[in-house]
């Protein structure tokens, strides 16, 4: 450990820094959550990319969320996005933070935090993180010794006197006017299988194709299946629903309207992705398809859920772009038998059974 967290026992103010993604927004929710417990009368402030402030405000926790555009600052470089960086670098350095929590571990994330001027900075140790340069920022630092990284995030509680609560899970709720809007899209139905085929990384997405077929195999067992995309998903939408054919539900939908949808949902089907943990954080059964990602350090939170993966030497490699063997295997041999089977068993079906549902 660098600095005595002892120096202040009771911090009066306190910056999260947690930027995203979607997924690692929801696997932070338990240790803020956790935070805002052990400190009532804190100030809070959340420092998140504003495109997930939603699963923020969606956690219910009484936190101050500042939300920035690092990818604008990045790519739009002007006079505009210049007088918004300075004006975010004085309000931080002049907002009186105690203690800085480095949630993401990344080298900006850590920059941040040092930047803020906190006496009390906590992250984790060089040898865990992506970017071991971070490890120069922090006061405090913490060698994780849990697997899952829900677990991890809240191992960075205990230099603060919090001994981690392991058992709690993240937790959201959509908005009022999502669920309205949702239940007049899918005309208040529920019960159904909703299938999310996307992801940002090229090598979690398993092929459309084998969605679509998936879906019609529910669907056959009449299962009512309903299908949702993100922005940019379109083309794969298009090629699940000619394979699946026209009993299948599709419906596109924003970041709350997912959440209401799962929360609506009997089982949700998907890869690695944000969608799957906000699924996982409403409550919904979970079928998920992991490939280069490890389903023990990301998959989901509770053991009943079913992951359907391949164990090969390769895994996890973590590559986003391509397989750096060139087959991906870990997606292309998971087979619509193997997924079927796992979405029979986690709705307690028999999986002989072809009854209606």
Same mark, same amino acid.
């Given at each position: 450990?660098?600095?005595?967290?002892?120096?202040?026992?009771?911090?009066?103010?306190?910056?999260?820094?947690?930027?995203?993604?979607?997924?690692?927004?929801?696997?932070?929710?338990?240790?803020?959550?956790?935070?805002?417990?052990?400190?009532?009368?804190?100030?809070?402030?959340?420092?998140?990319?504003?495109?997930?402030?939603?699963?923020?405000?969606?956690?219910?926790?009484?936190?101050?969320?500042?939300?920035?555009?690092?990818?604008?600052?990045?790519?739009?470089?002007?006079?505009?996005?210049?007088?918004?960086?300075?004006?975010?670098?004085?309000?931080?350095?002049?907002?009186?933070?105690?203690?800085?929590?480095?949630?993401?571990?990344?080298?900006?994330? $850590?920059?941040? =935090?040092?930047?803020?001027? *906190?006496?009390?900075?906590?992250?984790? +140790?060089?040898?865990? !993180?992506? /970017?071991? %340069?971070?490890?120069?920022?922090?006061?405090?630092?913490?060698?994780?010794?849990?697997?899952?990284?829900?677990?991890?995030?809240?191992?960075?509680?205990?230099?603060?006197?919090?001994?981690?609560?392991?058992?709690?899970?993240?937790?959201?709720?959509?908005?009022?006017?999502?669920?309205?809007?949702?239940?007049?899209?899918?005309?208040?139905?529920?019960?159904?299988?909703?299938?999310?085929?996307?992801?940002?990384?090229?090598?979690?997405?398993?092929?459309?194709?084998?969605?679509?077929?998936?879906?019609?195999?529910?669907?056959?067992?009449?299962?009512?299946?309903?299908?949702?995309?993100?922005?940019?998903?379109?083309?794969?939408?298009?090629?699940?629903? $000619?394979?699946? =054919?026209?009993?299948?539900? *599709?419906?596109?939908?924003?970041?709350? +309207?997912?959440?209401? !949808?799962? /929360?609506? %949902?009997?089982?949700?089907?998907?890869?690695?992705?944000?969608?799957?943990?906000?699924?996982?954080?409403?409550?919904?059964?979970?079928?998920?398809?992991?490939?280069?990602?490890?389903?023990?350090?990301?998959?989901?939170?509770?053991?009943?859920?079913?992951?359907?993966?391949?164990?090969?030497?390769?895994?996890?490699?973590?590559?986003?772009?391509?397989?750096?063997?060139?087959?991906?295997?870990?997606?292309?041999?998971?087979?619509?038998?193997?997924?079927?089977?796992?979405?029979?068993?986690?709705?307690?079906?028999?999986?002989?059974?072809?009854?209606?549902?």
């Amino acid at each position: 450990m660098g600095t005595s967290i002892q120096n202040t026992p009771n911090p009066k103010r306190i910056l999260v820094i947690k930027l995203g993604s979607m997924g690692d927004i929801v696997h932070c929710l338990p240790s803020v959550r956790q935070l805002r417990d052990h400190f009532p009368d804190a100030e809070i402030d959340w420092l998140v990319e504003r495109k997930n402030k939603a699963v923020v405000d969606m956690g219910g926790l009484s936190v101050r969320v500042v939300p920035i555009d690092t990818y604008q600052w990045r790519h739009s470089p002007g006079i505009g996005s210049a007088r918004e960086i300075v004006e975010f670098l004085w309000e931080l350095r002049s907002d009186g933070y105690d203690c800085a929590i480095d949630f993401q571990g990344l080298l900006k994330s $850590a920059f941040v =935090g040092y930047l803020s001027s *906190a006496p009390i900075r906590i992250g984790w +140790e060089r040898d865990f !993180l992506r /970017e071991p %340069a971070s490890r120069f920022f922090y006061t405090d630092v913490v060698k994780p010794r849990r697997v899952h990284v829900i677990d991890q995030q809240m191992e960075l509680l205990q230099p603060l006197g919090i001994d981690p609560d392991w058992d709690t899970p993240p937790r959201i709720a959509p908005p009022a006017e999502a669920r309205a809007s949702v239940d007049a899209r899918v005309d208040g139905r529920r019960g159904f299988v909703l299938l999310n085929p996307g992801a940002n990384w090229r090598t979690k997405r398993w092929d459309p194709a084998r969605y679509g077929e998936l879906a019609g195999r529910l669907i056959d067992d009449g299962l009512p299946v309903t299908l949702t995309w993100g922005p940019g998903e379109e083309d794969v939408a298009r090629t699940i629903r $000619a394979v699946a =054919g026209a009993e299948l539900t *599709a419906i596109d939908s924003t970041l709350p +309207e997912l959440a209401a !949808l799962c /929360e609506r %949902a009997r089982l949700f089907v998907g890869g690695d992705t944000g969608p799957m943990h906000v699924a996982a954080a409403v409550g919904t059964p979970i079928v998920s398809i992991f490939g280069p990602t490890s389903s023990d350090r990301n998959g989901p939170f509770l053991r009943e859920d079913a992951v359907v993966e391949l164990r090969m030497p390769c895994r996890p490699c973590y590559e986003r772009d391509a397989c750096p063997l060139g087959h991906l295997e870990c997606m292309g041999l998971v087979t619509v038998d193997a997924v079927y089977e796992a979405c029979r068993g986690r709705l307690n079906l028999d999986a002989a059974a072809r009854s209606p549902w």
